[in-house]
């Protein structure tokens, strides 16, 4: 298994160096997000995942999680490095102070949340279901529902889940089935089957918080008919703690490619007791919250993917021996060369990395964003809240697709070594390949990119991101190290509101050239998008070398693989636009009776 190291460098280049945390920090309020303190917990929080969680990613993959009728028992070494974590203090520390959390802004628990998926993203599922469980209450929950429930997610005493996916229902959650049927008491009798809920039951915490959403009596039909709840496993006592067993069970656990190491459950709700969150047949609103967060957090999965996947690799291409170099020896007193040295190899390497590095400034900068939305005011705050908006389907897709190609990239490094379960490779992709569907796959994201965000807003989500990017070329137009990437960063970004105006003519006259455009779309946007961030990267790098830096190859290699981006990778997106452009008529054309096999 590749051994983890948290990237604390390039985390601090970002952070410090591309969006000035430091300015970030004292615009919203956060003035106890010091520098010294972030790094503080940065350090901490690295020393925590390469010690504690990473040594028993392998392991727990292995032995996966088992189910019997008295609940589902986690992999070994699981519970104990959750109490290390909720011990630490790591639970709470972008929550509410008011709820017991220490108030932290989001993007600091971002930086952890990339530490935690990197180094083993099947434990990291157990806590990390519960931020979008604690944000939903914390929207939307009433005083007595956070008292009760938030509290104690917030210190990790209790974990969290959203049960959304019925059998016949996942991202079509219209035509779900579960009942909600009041009670006396004013609480609710919850009954159905959720599926695929992950951390839905496990051994690590007392009591599991379900966010469930249901239907109550004479409720219309379809989304707008859809009630959220919150269902705990145990009820609580007079005393807040976990009491009597509630009626809901884990009927199975999933059998699955991947993340063994966490509990994939069928859960049935059998009259169990729940109490309404929000208004009535407002259940969808509300989720937003928890699905916003959900699908920032599945993008770091794409993101971890890419950074674990690249340690492992690069490490073994320099020291794995084959061929010689095709420019002569490179390792004159060795039977071959190590293979870093031949391009293709190269290639691979460069790939993965320009991948995992250019996702992190993109993750990170959303993240940012998050806080505004949080912690901002007027304008700023409406402002952030749109491009947060516009991001999170490329966030959650873009950064996923990305992040498994450069998985298997690093299977590939190793040749048939790769395909071994012994180097936990081949472990990166089958981990990284369920963070292309939950959430909502590419294409359901590609359509919420372009049908709900840009097109139904005439474009203006887009023009928002677009115009950021032209001040940016505008101002760095003079700068001849950045002439080549400023060039083509520029033409793509007019090429981004020219493709969009030609699917929104297209589609006034057939609605399907919106399916057929939007999954490419959303990439070309995605390797656009990673272009700019490159850009930026570039900017201060060259700076950085330009004022005679000490650290030479740090920035370098920054501008190189920059280099490599714009060259070997940006290009894709002409293969994309061509696509755009070819239409709906090629994927239409054919009869359904005609598809046989």
Not at 195 to 219: K, Q
Not at 225 to 244: H, Q, R, T, Y
Not at 251 to 265: A, L, Q, Y
Not at 336 to 360: C, F, N, W, Y
Request: proline share 4%; net charge negative.
């Amino acid at each position: 298994m590749p051994e983890y190291k948290a990237p604390l460098r390039d985390i601090k280049f970002l952070m410090d160096e591309v969006l000035d945390s430091e300015q970030h920090y004292q615009n919203i309020g956060a003035t106890d997000a010091t520098p010294d303190m972030i790094d503080a917990i940065v350090a901490e929080g690295a020393k925590f995942c390469e010690e504690v969680l990473a040594p028993i990613n392998q392991s727990g993959d292995q032995e996966g999680c088992t189910w019997s009728e008295d609940g589902v028992k986690t992999p070994t070494g699981f519970k104990e490095a959750y109490q290390q974590y909720v011990e630490g203090g790591w639970p709470s520390m972008n929550a509410p102070v008011e709820h017991g959390g220490q108030g932290l802004p989001e993007s600091i628990n971002i930086i952890l949340s990339e530490m935690v998926g990197t180094a083993n993203w099947a434990w990291g599922m157990y806590p990390g279901l519960s931020h979008g469980a604690r944000a939903t209450l914390e929207e939307h929950g009433t005083p007595e529902q956070q008292e009760t429930y938030l509290t104690k997610l917030i210190s990790g005493e209790w974990t969290g889940t959203m049960c959304l996916t019925e059998p016949q229902c996942g991202s079509d959650l219209g035509i779900l089935t579960t009942k909600a049927e009041p009670n006396a008491d004013g609480s609710y009798a919850i009954t159905g089957t959720k599926i695929f809920i992950s951390a839905g039951e496990h051994d690590m915490v007392d009591n599991i918080v379900h966010i469930v959403l249901a239907r109550l009596p004479g409720a219309p039909e379809g989304t707008k008919g859809i009630s959220l709840f919150v269902v705990p496993k145990c009820l609580p006592d007079a005393n807040g703690e976990a009491g009597e067993r509630n009626a809901v069970s884990c009927g199975s656990i999933e059998h699955k490619m991947g993340i063994h190491g966490n509990s994939t459950c069928v859960m049935n709700f059998d009259g169990a007791k729940g109490w309404l969150i929000g208004p009535e047949n407002k259940g969808l609103n509300c989720m937003f919250t928890f699905m916003n967060v959900a699908r920032i957090g599945t993008s770091i999965q794409g993101l971890a993917a890419a950074e674990g996947s690249f340690q492992g690799a690069l490490t073994y291409a320099k020291d794995r021996l084959a061929m010689r170099s095709l420019t002569g020896p490179k390792n004159p007193e060795g039977k071959a060369d190590q293979i870093i040295v031949h391009p293709d190899v190269r290639r691979m390497l460069l790939t993965q990395k320009a991948i995992a590095e250019g996702s992190r400034a993109m993750i990170y900068y959303a993240a940012q964003q998050a806080d505004l939305v949080t912690h901002g005011e007027g304008e700023d705050q409406k402002a952030a809240d749109e491009m947060l908006g516009f991001l999170t389907p490329i966030l959650k897709a873009f950064c996923t697709e990305a992040g498994f190609e450069a998985a298997n990239h690093g299977l590939q490094v190793f040749g048939g070594h790769g395909f071994i379960a012994e180097w936990g490779m081949e472990q990166i992709v089958r981990d990284t390949r369920i963070a292309l569907l939950y959430e909502g796959t590419t294409g359901i994201q590609a359509l919420d990119l372009l049908g709900r965000k840009i097109l139904m807003s005439q474009g203006a989500s887009l023009r928002n991101f677009t115009k950021q990017v032209h001040k940016f070329c505008q101002a760095n137009e003079g700068n001849e190290a950045l002439k080549p990437f400023i060039e083509k960063l520029t033409t793509l970004n007019k090429e981004w509101g020219d493709i969009t105006m030609k699917v929104g003519m297209n589609a006034m006259k057939n609605r399907d050239e919106v399916g057929a455009a939007s999954v490419d779309f959303l990439m070309y946007s995605g390797y656009v998008c990673l272009a700019y961030f490159w850009a930026q990267m570039v900017k201060v790098a060259q700076e950085k070398l330009d004022a005679g830096t000490a650290e030479t190859g740090f920035y370098t290699a920054k501008v190189q693989t920059a280099q490599f981006y714009f060259d070997r990778i940006l290009p894709r997106t002409a293969a994309h636009a061509q696509m755009i452009a070819a239409g709906s008529d090629s994927m239409m054309a054919i009869d359904e009776e005609n598809f046989a096999f």
